[in-house]
């Protein structure tokens, strides 16, 4: 006989995880299947986010950022240190211990809350029934009233550059170099690529990123990406925009990759190659024949607006369905599916979802560009601050960058916020705040923030929308 639950979960990353947690918290039985085994050949859970993602990216982020201040940016302060050296080793090791309490933790929330886990491959069959093939073999079938698929996504390959041992790796294995190396390719210009291409060319890497799209960050706020691309330049990464890798061939222990940009075709060197060039989502073995639940045109599982597959009763979230693939996307995805199934209403505000790039400075926006406000034909206004003329940004040693708001011209609604600077990941969430609550750039402007903070900024931009910014002669005239 079969175990019977409310709700089985497929995946245990932050968009399963959260659902699992949030299902059982809601009074349903629930079980959680998945297969991420570490490196150690345990069950592991949290996914691609905390196992190869976002926690292992920002702890190299971290430790690299520290060790660039302090050997290039602590003489302006007046600390001298001579010989500042970096243990790659103890870095990464400190990484996979962080990743380990993590990980482990996500097994303590699902005792805590009554998650049933199930260690290995989940399939979804007909009839809202689960084949579960567990890491030895065996095979139960588990039924459910309601599934929830979180199945995730994997680094996309591409024919011109196949992964090669040590030589030509993806995102996971560009955690885990053991050394730093000196010339280092990375193929992609997007928001991995650029924050592991940052991470190693900190500690002395010699970085070429190769990036097929004429324009930087081509979805980012342009005005923004302008601003990154000349201070992520100045640091010393070499950004090649319009360069299509076509090519590659091993060398020894090097790799020569071949691109065409608009001189034609180009070979460069190097000693590592990251290949970033997206995510798609993983739906390998996952739906039987007959399972009922349709893919989209691009591979993504189809749902609706509340995350409903073609099958009733099985809904799907996360990476692998459409929208941004971002954790914190996946897990209030989670949330809104566990309480719509325990009878709730409840809705996702898709317009509402901030994104970061964790470069430094980092790169942080929330709603839309000025580019999608002008290409709707929507007549906007716009309001700019630089960090350059806020004081706490000098005290820091940090005056790159600026915050902007985009508003809608009558009714002067925010429709987007874009910072770039530091703490910008921090920062954006005012932005996130203030349009989920409708706000307009003229109830920020008329609120009290701190002195001296970077959140200035964001005031200053408020104000500047409509020509009134008080620290730098604005733009335009006060109305
Ligand atoms: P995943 O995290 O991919 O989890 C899916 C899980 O399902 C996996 O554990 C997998 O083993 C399991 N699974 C799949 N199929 C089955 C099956 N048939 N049976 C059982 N188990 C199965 N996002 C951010 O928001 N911020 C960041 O800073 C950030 N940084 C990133 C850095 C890197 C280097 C990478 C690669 C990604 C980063 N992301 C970041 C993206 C983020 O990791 C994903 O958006 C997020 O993990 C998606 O969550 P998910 O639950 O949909 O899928
Ligand atoms: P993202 O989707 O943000 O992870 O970014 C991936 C980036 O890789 C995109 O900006 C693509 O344009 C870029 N890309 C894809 N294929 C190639 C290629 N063959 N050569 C160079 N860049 C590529």
């Known amino acids: 006989m079969s175990d019977k639950y409310d709700v089985v979960v497929i995946g245990a990353g932050p968009g399963g995880y959260v659902a699992a947690i949030r299902a059982a918290q809601l009074g349903l039985k629930t079980a959680c299947v998945e297969k991420w085994l570490n490196k150690e050949g345990k069950p592991s859970y949290g996914g691609t986010c905390l196992n190869v993602g976002c926690i292992p990216s920002k702890a190299l982020l971290e430790a690299s950022h520290k060790y660039a201040e302090t050997k290039h940016d602590f003489a302006d302060l007046g600390i001298e240190i001579s010989d500042v050296k970096m243990d790659v080793k103890k870095m990464v090791a400190r990484k996979n211990t962080i990743v380990g309490q993590l990980t482990q933790g996500i097994g303590g929330l699902f005792k805590a809350n009554g998650v049933t886990p199930l260690h290995g491959t989940g399939k979804v069959l007909s009839g809202k029934k689960v084949e579960v093939t567990g890491h030895d073999g065996s095979v139960q079938v588990v039924e459910a009233e309601n599934i929830i698929i979180a199945s995730g996504s994997v680094p996309v390959e591409i024919p011109p550059t196949p992964l090669t041992e040590g030589l030509i790796v993806d995102s996971t294995g560009a955690l885990d170099f053991e050394e730093v190396p000196a010339r280092l390719g990375v193929i992609g210009g997007g928001v991995i690529g650029l924050e592991l291409g940052s991470v190693w060319q900190r500690l002395g890497s010699e970085v070429t990123v ?213 703490n910008a990941g921090e920062m954006i969430h005012q932005g996130v705040i203030a349009m989920e609550f409708g706000s307009s750039a003229e109830d920020l402007a008329l609120m009290c923030f701190a002195h001296p903070t970077l959140s200035e900024a964001v005031h200053e931009a408020a104000l500047a929308v409509d020509g009134h910014a008080i620290h730098m002669p604005n733009r335009k005239k006060r109305k």
């Open 210 to 422: 190769l990036e097929a799209q004429d324009s930087f960050l081509a979805t980012t706020d342009q005005e923004i990406a302008k601003a990154a691309k000349k201070i992520l330049t100045k640091q010393g990464l070499n950004i090649e925009i319009g360069a299509r890798v076509t090519g590659s061939e091993i060398n020894g222990n090097e790799v020569v990759v071949t691109y065409a940009d608009a001189k034609g075709e180009q070979q460069k060197t190097f000693d590592k190659l990251i290949v970033c060039v997206g995510r798609r989502p993983y739906t390998e073995a996952l739906l039987a024949n007959d399972s009922g639940v349709n893919l989209d045109e691009r591979g993504f599982i189809y749902v609706d607006d509340h995350c409903r597959t073609s099958v009733p009763g099985v809904f799907a979230i996360g990476d692998v369905v459409r929208g941004p693939m971002l954790a914190h996307k996946a897990s209030e995805e989670g949330v809104m599916v566990a309480d719509i199934i325990a009878g709730h209403k409840a809705e996702m505000n898709y317009d509402v979802i901030p994104g970061v790039i964790y470069t430094f400075p980092e790169i942080a926006s929330v709603g839309k560009t000025e580019e999608e406000v002008k290409a709707e034909g929507t007549e906007y206004e716009t309001g700019t601050f630089p960090f350059q003329a806020i004081g706490r940004a000098m005290t820091n040693g940090c005056t790159d960058g600026m915050v902007k708001i985009i508003t809608e011209k009558a009714s002067d609604r925010i429709l987007g916020m874009h910072i770039i600077g530091q």
